[in-house]
Every structure is written in structure tokens, then in C-alpha cells.
């Protein structure tokens, strides 16, 4: 037994009987490596990765590597999910010194935490010109016995260079017209207008990336955009990449027609793309989208809400076979024989050409990936609908993923948004009620009595590590969408706490975010990522809470904190707008107010209804009557009802348009 027994952390709980001595990250383990004068091995992963565990059953459990390693050095095993901090420092070295990065993430570092040795998973026997893990540990230890100048020479080097790397805020001013054409004009060029999504194979689902575009498309009326956001989402809602019969979206497309999925699914993809798909639904009416909308959120409640309310992080890519083996997507895949087992001659082969099964298979070993055929042709939906029923409950006899039950702030404040919006869009209050209870989750357990967000939580028990921006930022947007949709303006006032952390602990001068605070642990270099990959980036999910923010309070230091964010969008849109997909989609909302809704009314009403419904970009809406209305949201106070009825009042740009009672009205003030 190591020490990774009682730690909070699914991924580190599987190396926990592991015969290599792994310590946690911490003081500790450097102490020891400095008392010993060793190297130190940190091993990055984390617990839905499928080639961490390939790494592992290969080396970590092989008692000779592990006695080799326990000899020679001090390891330490990091979640990535936990430690996006240690990850982000160690991963920017990887990715300079190899050119490439990825998980599992190997490097070895001086007991002073400098990095001199980096890679990713190494093999246990010599494979394609890369060295076995075996020689690599040999290597290593060999340099660092012999060659000890110049292991120093080479992390010193390192670490000078990634101090280089501060970035200043990235612009000056807010991005306007200019950069928001300019980044439309590099999304067009890279638009795969024949399967939908950017770019080739691997494809990800770009959903800031679609937001961005629907809030273009509300703002200036660009059918172009709404035509990429559209045919995007309708290629990913048909294809494997979606799960057909349970819903909710893997990780990513392994090819660009979205056929074949890396059949992780995580938390964060399935809230960003939700409520994508509302937002979607919002803007077209599309049946599709609703239908993919809820069926997401179905997904996350069923499969991924934990026992305190909370929603766990990913499932894995991996489950057993028939054969009792470890296989990647073998808990989704079909064949032919397979459908017929269950369905029987005729709905198998119904189901066969429905969901694209063919006796070849689009996967491995003669299986298929469900998806849905691209031609439009009039089917049985009552028969589809009962065909999946069955399916369904015949997939939920095989051995189940893991899942990786770590509630992780950041992701659950996206799905708190997500269910919150489309609970609200689709009258179904249970999802409101499923979101109201993670973000109490989120108070209770991981805001505590300080106000200083933990980044994860398991078992309803608080982890040791210290929440980072996007933990902030992510649960200020999840509480203020709350806040819209309850009417209940303590979560305005909790994300005001957030936002507050955010202003004293992580904004350095003229705008700039980091990513730990000014009192977190002291890296060899202070995390600083401002682009949008697999989740909104701290510096945009900040820049977007704090804009809300502001025009829900009137707060002048929001406002100006959100624009000076704003210049890294300004500085990159035009250049890398694939990588800056939620940075624009605030930008949007900046340069339309956001316009400020004030109802008047009761929650849930008409009016209420239809100001939740409108498409104005980044639109804030409060919602109540009474006189306690105004102590609850300061968007209400002075706001009374005229002649006795529900009246709604728009504001922005600091002007006020004159109120209304009307819903047709304020529909059509709000884009709707």
C-alpha cells in the first residue's frame, strides 16, 4: 500500500495498490526526494484516460519497473482534474521541449520541482522508435548519477524560459466590429461545410465556438453563421459521437464525420453542449435540438449526478466485453447479430439500417457506432422510439464504464447553467430542482465558511486543492443563470462573492488573469491560459461572470474588469478564433449591453418566460414582485408595476426603453 489510500481523487485511488511508492503532490514528496537526492517522476493523468491505464497495467503494476523506480526515485501521481495547476505548468514544458503533450504525462523533475526529462506514455518493450519505459527510468537515472551539470543546466533553461512566457493582457480595448469579422472570416475558412465542425480528424465539439455564432447570428443577423452553428450541430446530434440510445456526447470524433467517438463521455462537454442545444432550440425552433438538448440533460442526471447532488466527472471510454475484457467502447457498440439477439429478424434488420450497422462495422472486430443515416426519409417514430427502448435495456445488462465520481467545481457550475436554462425553456422543473441542489452542494461543501472555492469534492467531502479561475468563473456563471431562471437572488450574491475573489486574487495590472491566486502554491511558473479548448478558459469564464455581473448590479468594477480581460479576445479572435470561442461569445455580449431585463412580475410568468427566451446576447434577467423584489435584485428596485399588471423594463447602454406589458413586445425587444 502507498499513500494515495484516503485521498479524494477517483484517478489516484486506482494506483493506490500499485507496487510503486507513490506520493500525492506536496512539499513532502520534494523533501523527501532533496532528503534522498533522487529525481522526482510525476505521472499526470487522470481517471476516464484510457492510455493512463494502458501505462499503468504495463509498468506501474510490473513489480521489477516498480522496485527499479522505488530505488531510483520519488514519484509522485497527479489528477490533472484536481491539479489543473500543476498540470498546465508541466504540460507548456512538454509541449516546448517535444512539441506535442498529452496524457499520460511524464516527467521528471529536480527535487527543487524543475522539469529536465518530458513524455507522454512510454511502452514497456521499444515500440516505433519510442524507448521502453524500462530504459527511459534507466536513462534518467543514469544522467542524473553522471551527468548531474548538465540535468541542472537543462532545467534551468527550462524554467528561465517558461518564466519569459508572462502575458501581458494581449491587447488594448475591448475587441470590437473589426476583430469579431476578422475571427468570423478564420471560422469560415476552417468550417467543414461538408460534415460540419472545424478542422480535420481528431474532430472535438466546438460548442463555445457555436455559441459565439448564435449570439452573432442574434446580434447582427448573419445567416451565415446561423447556417455553421446549425449544420454543426445537426452532424453531431446524427452521429456516433452522440450516444443514440442513452444520449449525452463523447469526448471527441476519432475521424471528421463525427462516425467513430474516443467513448470517454465528461461532464463538461455534456453542459456546454445542452445548453448549446437550448440555445439552439432558442433561436430556431428546432425539434432536433430540443430533443438533443434534454436528452443530454437526461443523461447527465441519470449517469452522472452523484448521492449529494453533485455530478460526477466522466465516465470512462473502457468497460468488459463478452469476453471479460477491457475494451474501449464496448459498452456502446453493435452488431448485426447483436441487434437481432434483441430485437429479433425484423426490427434488427430495421434497426440495422436505421442506425447504420453493417456486418463490415464502422468500429473494431465487425462493430458499429449507432448513428443516424444522412438522408431524410420518412420513418416509423413510434417504432424508432421503441426499438431504442429495448436496445437500451438490453445495453444496460452489460458491464458498465467506470465513472469517475469526483465532483469538480468548475464543470458543475457549467451544468448547473445548462440544466437550470433548459429546465426553464422546456417546462421541466426538475431540472431547475437538480441544479438548485449542485449549487448547494457547491455552497455547503465547497465554498465552506471562507469564501475561497475547493476545487473538488468526493463523497461529499471537500478535497485538500484550492479552486482556480475557472472554478470561479464557471460557478459565477452557473449561480447568475440560477439566479435568472429561480428568481432567487442569493445566487446572485454568491456569485458576487466569487467575483469578488476573482477582482482580489487573480487580476494582475492592466487586465490580465491568472490562473491561482495571488495566495496559491508557488509553481515554477504562475499558470496563465487564456484560450478556450475542451472548457471555457479561467481568463473568458471569468471575463463573462463579471460582465453579467455588472449589468445585474451596476457594479463599475466588474465592468471594468470584464473589458480589460476582454483585450486578450481582442489580441486573438483574429488569429486563432477556434481557441477563443467563449472570449467571443462574451465579446458579443459586450458589444450588445448586455441588455438588462428587469420583470416585474411573477417568477415563471408570461413575461418572465418570454425574457428568458430572447436571443439578445448575454441578456441578464430578473424576475420579481413585491417589495422585497428590489433587495433581492437591484435591477428591480424603482421598477412598479404599470397599471396593476406584469411589466417588463429593458435597459442598455445606461438607457432605458419605455416598459412594457405587452410579451409580444418584449419578445421582440429581446430578438425573440
Not at 443523461?299 to 473502457?318: C, P
Not at 428591480?636 to 423594463?649: F, K
Request: aromatic content about 8%; hydrophobic content about 40%.
Amino acid at each position: 500500500m502507498n499513500r494515495l489510500a484516503g485521498v479524494t481523487s477517483p484517478y489516484l485511488l486506482q494506483h493506490a495498490d500499485n507496487p510503486v511508492d507513490w506520493w500525492p503532490w506536496g512539499p513532502e514528496a520534494f523533501e523527501e526526494a532533496k532528503r534522498r537526492d533522487v529525481p522526482v517522476l510525476l505521472s499526470v493523468g487522470y481517471a476516464a484516460c484510457h492510455w493512463c491505464h494502458v501505462m499503468a497495467h504495463e509498468s506501474f503494476e510490473d513489480e521489477s519497473v516498480a522496485a527499479y523506480l522505488n530505488e531510483r526515485f520519488v514519484a509522485v501521481k497527479v489528477d490533472r482534474e484536481e491539479r489543473p495547476d500543476v498540470d498546465a505548468v508541466y504540460m507548456e514544458a512538454v509541449q516546448a521541449a517535444t512539441g506535442h503533450g498529452g496524457w499520460p504525462m511524464t516527467v521528471f523533475l529536480t527535487p527543487d520541482a524543475e522539469p529536465f526529462y518530458f513524455g507522454t506514455y512510454f511502452p514497456p518493450e521499444p515500440r516505433h522508435g519510442s524507448p521502453s519505459f524500462q530504459q527511459v527510468l534507466e536513462g534518467v537515472s543514469a544522467a542524473w548519477t553522471d551527468r548531474r551539470e548538465e540535468v541542472a543546466e537543462v532545467a534551468g533553461r527550462i524554467v528561465a524560459d517558461l518564466a519569459g512566457r508572462s502575458l501581458a493582457h494581449g491587447g488594448d480595448g475591448v475587441p470590437g466590429e473589426a476583430e469579431i469579422a476578422q475571427a468570423l472570416l478564420g471560422l469560415t475558412r476552417e468550417y467543414d461545410e461538408q460534415h460540419g465542425g472545424f478542422g480535420g480528424a481528431p474532430k472535438f465539439p466546438p460548442a463555445m465556438v457555436v455559441e459565439f455564432l448564435l449570439r452573432h447570428y442574434a446580434r447582427t443577423g448573419s445567416e451565415g453563421a446561423l447556417q455553421m452553428a446549425a449544420d454543426t450541430c445537426s452532424a453531431m446530434a446524427r452521429g456516433g459521437i452522440y450516444d443514440q440510445l442513452g444520449g449525452g456526447f463523447a469526448r471527441y470524433s476519432v475521424d471528421r464525420e463525427w462516425v467513430v467517438p474516443h467513448f470517454e463521455k465528461m461532464l463538461y462537454d455534456n453542459a456546454l453542449l445542452c445548453r448549446v442545444y437550448a440555445h439552439l432550440w432558442r433561436t430556431t425552433g428546432s425539434t432536433e435540438a430540443r430533443r438533443i438538448a434534454l436528452e443530454t440533460a437526461d443523461f447527465m442526471v441519470r449517469e452522472l449526478r452523484t448521492a449529494e447532488g453533485g455530478f460526477a466527472s466522466a465516465l470512462d471510454a473502457d468497460s468488459e466485453d463478452r469476453q471479460g475484457k477491457h475494451v474501449e467502447g464496448a459498452f456502446y457498440v453493435w452488431t448485426p447479430a447483436q441487434l437481432r439477439e434483441v430485437l429479433g429478424e425484423e426490427d434488427g434488420a430495421f434497426a440495422a439500417a436505421y442506425f447504420g450497422v453493417t456486418e463490415e462495422g464502422t468500429f473494431e472486430e465487425g462493430a458499429s457506432v449507432l448513428q443516424l443515416s444522412g438522408e431524410a426519409r420518412p420513418v416509423d417514430a413510434g417504432r424508432v422510439a421503441d426499438v431504442r427502448a429495448r436496445l437500451l435495456a438490453a445495453r444496460e445488462e452489460r458491464p458498465r464504464p467506470g465513472r469517475d465520481d469526483k465532483v469538480v467545481a468548475a464543470w458543475n457550475g457549467l451544468a448547473i447553467a445548462a440544466l437550470a436554462e433548459t429546465g426553464a425553456y422546456f417546462d421541466r422543473p426538475d431540472l431547475v430542482e437538480r441544479a438548485t441542489e449542485a449549487a448547494d452542494l457547491l455552497v455547503r461543501v465547497h465554498l465552506g465558511e471562507v469564501a475561497r472555492l475547493t476545487r473538488t469534492s468526493k463523497d461529499g467531502r471537500a478535497g485538500t486543492n484550492a479552486g482556480v479561475l475557472e472554478d470561479y468563473g464557471d460557478v459565477a456563471e452557473g449561480f447568475l443563470a440560477l439566479a435568472a431562471v429561480t428568481g432567487e437572488g442569493a445566487w446572485l450574491e454568491f456569485a458576487g462573492f466569487l467575483l469578488d475573489v476573482v477582482l482580489e486574487q487573480f487580476t494582475g495590472e492592466g487586465g490580465q488573469l491568472y490562473d491561482t491566486a495571488h495566495e496559491a502554491e508557488k509553481l515554477i511558473r504562475r499558470p496563465q491560459d487564456p484560450t478556450d479548448s475542451a472548457t471555457p478558459a479561467g481568463w473568458t469564464a471569468a471575463a463573462g461572470a463579471l460582465l453579467s455581473y455588472a449589468a445585474y448590479t451596476g457594479s463599475e468594477a466588474h465592468r471594468t474588469a470584464a473589458e480589460g480581460a476582454l483585450g486578450v479576445v481582442k489580441a486573438l479572435a483574429p488569429r486563432a478564433p477556434r481557441f477563443i470561442g467563449w472570449g467571443l461569445a462574451v465579446a458579443e455580449a459586450l458589444l450588445d449591453g448586455p441588455r438588462e431585463v428587469a420583470v416585474a412580475g411573477p417568477v415563471g410568468g408570461e413575461l418572465h418566460r418570454t425574457a428568458l427566451l430572447g436571443r439578445a446576447p448575454g441578456a441578464v434577467v430578473a424576475a420579481g414582485e413585491g417589495p422585497g423584489a428590489g433587495a433581492e435584485f437591484p435591477l428591480l428596485v424603482d421598477r412598479p408595476l404599470v397599471g396593476g399588471e406584469p411589466t417588463a423594463y429593458v435597459c442598455r447602454h445606461f438607457v432605458c426603453e419605455a416598459p412594457t406589458t405587452d410579451a409580444g413586445e418584449l419578445a421582440g425587444k429581446l430578438g425573440g
